[in-house]
């Protein structure tokens, strides 16, 4: 996943400089939520002005760039891979560490609500990221999840790095960790306004055109590729959860 991660997330920050500020966020949510799905969570936390929020997983920043547009905080990211940190940084200009989901380097109870979209389901250490969300959680925190999920087996081929949960093993997974779900949807991951679908596909029309001919350009795309014939098929299911720390 390094490429998909690493080097894309570099070309994606030098492409977005190149076309412009308002390619930013579009480009940035490519993958890890849509425009719908952001303002499902965003109202499920009840985020306002003043709260301390955490994005882990942050990606190259698009979902907390969005959020601070949308609700007047100014998320701190914590994501691993340094390209996808700088990207972050320079895009959107939010506090952003290179660290893992599972090993966070905040205190306990740092923030009142954070979000972690399309992060689980990348790691075999489900338990311990959650559990590491949970202790960083003031008590009565707000949690926001991305999850693709899949309750059968899937086809082959199977993108690479992935360990998808079950719907059970997600709600499990909270409850082990002192979380309360308070609310599940199925996300649509296509409704997001049409100027958003131009502008990521601008940004990836941009990327193509200076790296088109990198073998990392082929390899991301093709793990994006299994990703969506899954979620095409409906034998992955992208869900969202909202859950409070008890």
């Given at each position: 996943m390094e490429s998909e991660f690493g080097t894309v997330a570099g070309w994606t920050e030098e492409a977005v400089l190149a076309l412009g500020p308002e390619h930013a966020v579009p480009a940035g949510c490519r993958g890890s939520g849509s425009e719908g799905a952001l303002r499902w969570?965003?109202?499920?936390?009840?985020?306002?002005?003043?709260?301390?929020?955490?994005?882990?997983?942050?990606?190259?920043?698009?979902?907390?760039?969005?959020?601070?547009?949308?609700?007047?905080?100014?998320?701190?990211?914590?994501?691993?891979?340094?390209?996808?940190?700088?990207?972050?940084r320079t895009l959107?200009?939010?506090?952003?560490?290179?660290?893992?989901?599972q090993a966070l380097p905040f205190a306990d109870d740092a923030f009142d609500a954070a979000w972690c979209l399309g992060v689980l389901c990348t790691t075999e250490e489900k338990a311990a990221l959650v559990a590491?969300?949970?202790?960083?959680?003031?008590?009565?925190?707000?949690?926001?999840?991305?999850?693709f999920v899949a309750d059968e087996p899937l086809p082959p081929p199977l993108p690479e790095g992935n360990s998808f949960p079950t719907s059970d093993e997600v709600s499990r997974l909270l409850g082990e960790a002192g979380f309360r779900v308070t609310g599940t949807a199925e996300a649509d991951l296509a409704d997001s306004p049409p100027e958003w679908k131009a502008r990521a596909d601008a940004v990836d029309a941009e990327v193509q055109r200076r790296h088109g001919?990198?073998?990392?350009?082929?390899?991301?795309?093709?793990?994006?590729?299994?990703?969506?014939r899954l979620l095409g098929s409906g034998a992955?299911?992208?869900?969202?959860?909202?859950?409070v720390a008890t």
């Open positions: 969570l965003a109202d499920a936390l009840a985020v306002r002005p003043g709260d301390r929020v955490l994005d882990s997983g942050a990606g190259v920043g698009g979902p907390a760039g969005w959020l601070a547009a949308e609700r007047g905080v100014r998320p701190v990211c914590a994501e691993p891979m340094a390209p996808a940190v700088h990207a972050g959107f200009g939010l506090p952003s560490v290179v660290a893992l989901s590491e969300l949970r202790r960083v959680l003031v008590d009565g925190g707000r949690l926001g999840l991305l999850v001919d990198d073998p990392a350009w082929a390899e991301a795309e093709e793990q994006s590729g299994r990703v969506g992955l299911r992208p869900r969202l959860v909202s859950a």
